[in-house]
């Protein structure tokens, strides 16, 4: 029953061997595209991936090699095509800021390479507007790996310690450099500048290294976010604290983190929708001689991809959530907010994003080689994209800070909180993201109580576990602590020697329960259409379920589980939560699947004519039926077998 307007929004795929499955969906694809995304985002993306579609700079060259150098040169002249395009108006940006947060995410669809290279210009261009000297000290302080550097970025934010001319260290700053001249794209007097080389993924975005020797910019050059320098060279910051003002000056790498956990989820969709759709279609083996069937009805597929497909939905609400918050926090840095609230948003959402960062950046990795592996042979023809894919989200897991450095971020955080948690001091934080231990000493005391598997079918289970795992990683890894500290170990000792399966456990068993509960929350809210709540409600169970399967082990060692039955029922429920849903995964895919252009991967096509597009793309090779030059070599110059045995 959906309105006219509904249907030229999301046009009906073609028609083909995929119909079999969308016939079997349990609910309609476009009212759930609806129902996550609205129709103004929809329109949106119609809007970004047709001008892409129809632009012949953005026209694909399958079969052909490009050179680093001329993908280089691509990648640049279609970042400079996306200023042009200009897709959003600062009203529309300023009336829901989720759009920047959707255009970044489709153009990435495209490539991550143009997309990257776009958001580090328009971030940089747009979030920061005595003569300081800027040094390099040693080759091993030279910036490395800056993005857009390498080739072509005329000025970069530079991370400094600021030194006074009273020689006062005033902790780390942020300046805005100039490395080239606008005219020449030539180094500026004192600075060494170029690019650091092949890199596994990402090849189109030139990355670089610079070096500054006593280069001078203006005074105005400093990014006074945590502090400035008046023209007498006297310091003056409105955050009296060092530490506070080290975060301040970190701050914004919170919205990279946030932007990269969508990234990471973006590749989740781009890797599903390829993999779901060729296992409905790929058929092997079968019950009888005569009958295959396709992979996607063996337990093992369904097993290896629908949780990915669960956590896809699961990340992409999550996602929103979390830009949601991380506009707050923007919105209480642009009108200058000093209150506690602003100040406790920065701490929670820094929390927050340094583990769904890791969270999100890993699952994608290991679902890009599941749905690589899924694919089986089809899958590792770089046509399919799933290893353009998987080696284009590998370094989300390392840029903006590493992912197991950043999760100690997030447990000094969860850590922070003992001391109210002990002196029995009321909390909370503004997210409501930690409030689950305000029931700490009770929620130590619960128990896996599930009698059986349909028990075990909706997420509350899950999230139960969870909140115990959270209280109970949190109370062992601060014994820990205390024990190391009892036993000598000087802080920094003491801290290392508690990260893994103590620290490090609690962060990632933290976000996931966060991911959960927000997601458990949405799929409950009974404004749900009753049209789509099950099929939601089941991709919550199974993203809870699986999830906590990997914590199994802590779930027994710490009491909560106990005997044969309860891991087994939940081993039970995730198969029986994954043959559930089977039915549902290939139009699960088509609601979130880019156009077959975007998509840009053979088997992953929306009409499912596997064998069709694969031929269609082999025979596009400009040399697919060519000799090779070199055939004299094979034809005329035979080798004389052991010519060059040596004689000795
Ligand atoms: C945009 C998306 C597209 C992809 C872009 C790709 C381009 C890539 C760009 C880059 O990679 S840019 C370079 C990014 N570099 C990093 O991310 C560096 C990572 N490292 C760090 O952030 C820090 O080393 C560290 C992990 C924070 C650890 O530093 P340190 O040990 O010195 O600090 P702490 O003592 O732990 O912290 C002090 C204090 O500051 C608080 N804090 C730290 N960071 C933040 C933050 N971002 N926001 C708010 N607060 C922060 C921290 O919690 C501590 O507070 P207290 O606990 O003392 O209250
Ligand atoms: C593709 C790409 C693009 C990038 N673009 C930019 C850019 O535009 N601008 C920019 O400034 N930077 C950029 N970077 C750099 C990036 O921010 C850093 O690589 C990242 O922050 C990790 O730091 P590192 O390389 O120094 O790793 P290291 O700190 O050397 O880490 C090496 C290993 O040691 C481990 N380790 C380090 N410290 C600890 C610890 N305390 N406890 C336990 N283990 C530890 C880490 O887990 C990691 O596995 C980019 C990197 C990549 C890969």
Excluded at 118 to 134: D, K, M, P
Excluded at 632 to 641: G, Y
Aim: glycine share 6%; proline share 4%.
């Amino acid at each position: 029953n959906l309105p006219f307007s509904w249907e030229s929004l999301l046009p009906d795929f073609p028609k083909g061997p995929l119909c079999k499955y969308r016939k079997k969906a349990s609910f309609n694809w476009k009212e759930m595209a609806v129902l996550l995304d609205g129709k103004d985002i929809i329109q949106l993306k119609n809007r970004i991936f047709s001008a892409l579609e129809s632009d012949p700079l953005f026209v694909h060259h399958p079969g052909e090699e490009l050179s680093r150098e001329k993908y280089q040169e691509l990648t640049f002249l279609r970042c400079k095509r996306l200023f042009e395009y200009d897709f959003l108006t600062q009203q529309e940006i300023i009336e829901n800021p989720l759009k920047i947060f959707h255009m970044v995410l489709c153009i990435g669809m495209y490539d991550w390479s143009p997309c990257i290279q776009y958001l580090l210009h328009f971030l940089n261009c747009a979030s920061y507007l005595l003569e300081f000297i800027i040094n390099t000290p040693d080759f091993e302080a030279a910036k490395f790996w800056i993005g857009n550097m390498g080739k072509h970025a005329t000025h970069a934010v530079v991370y400094a310690q600021l030194y006074t001319p009273d020689g006062q260290y005033q902790g780390l700053h942020s300046f805005l450099v100039q490395i080239r001249d606008i005219k020449t794209l030539l180094p500026i007097p004192g600075v060494v500048v170029g690019d650091i080389g092949k890199k596994i993924g990402q090849n189109g975005l030139d990355n670089g290294f610079a070096m500054f020797h006593n280069v001078r910019i203006p005074k105005e050059n400093i990014l006074n976010i945590a502090g400035d320098v008046t023209a007498e060279g006297k310091y003056s910051s409105s955050v009296k604290d060092v530490k506070e003002r080290f975060s301040a000056a970190l701050g914004s790498l919170s919205s990279g983190r946030t932007v990269i956990t969508a990234v990471s989820m973006t590749n989740l969709k781009l890797a599903l929708s390829i993999a779901i759709r060729f296992s409905a279609v790929r058929c092997q083996f079968g019950p009888t001689d005569d009958e295959e069937i396709p992979v996607l009805e063996y337990q093992t597929q369904q097993w290896r991809l629908l949780p990915y497909l669960a956590a896809t939905y699961a990340l992409d609400y999550f996602c929103k959530s979390l830009f949601e918050n991380l506009t707050e926090f923007y919105l209480g840095l642009l009108t200058k907010q000093r209150s506690q609230r602003q100040a406790d948003i920065g701490r929670e959402i820094h929390a927050l994003c340094a583990a769904s960062k890791p969270l999100t950046s890993w699952t994608a990795q290991q679902a890009a080689q599941e749905c690589r592996e899924a694919c089986g042979g089809h899958g590792y023809l770089a046509m399919n994209r799933l290893g353009e894919i998987r080696n284009d989200n590998d370094p989300n897991c390392t840029y903006e800070g590493d992912n197991n450095v950043l999760l100690q971020q997030t447990s000094n955080y969860l850590m922070s909180w003992m001391h109210c948690i002990r002196d029995k001091v009321p909390f909370e934080s503004p997210f409501g993201t930690i409030n689950v231990l305000q029931d700490y000493h009770h929620i130590l005391d619960w128990k896996f109580t599930a009698m059986s598997v349909e028990d075990c079918m909706d997420s509350s289970v899950p999230l139960a576990a969870y909140k115990w795992l959270v209280c109970y990683l949190l109370r062992e890894s601060d014994l820990k602590l205390s024990k190391e500290k009892q036993s000598g170990r000087s802080d920094f000792e003491a801290k290392n020697n508690c990260q893994v399966y103590y620290c490090r456990s609690l962060a990632i068993a933290f976000i996931e329960q966060t991911v959960l509960q927000r997601y458990h929350d949405y799929t409950h809210d009974p404004d749900i259409p009753s049209t789509l709540q099950p099929v939601l409600k089941n991709l919550s169970a199974l993203y809870g379920l699986w999830s906590l399967s990997k914590h199994l082990a802590v779930l027994y060692q710490g009491g909560y589980a106990s005997g044969e039955q309860a891991g087994r029922f939940i081993q039970n429920a995730i198969l029986e939560l994954c043959y559930r849903l089977k039915d549902d995964a290939v139009a699960l895919v088509d609601v979130f699947a880019p156009p077959d252009f975007i998509l840009n991967s053979p088997i992953g096509k929306a009409n499912g004519e596997l064998y069709k597009n694969i031929w269609g793309e082999v025979l596009q090779g400009s040399k697919t039926l060519n000799r090779p030059s070199w055939w004299t070599e094979f034809c005329i110059n035979r080798p004389v077998a052991g010519r060059l045995k040596s004689k000795l």
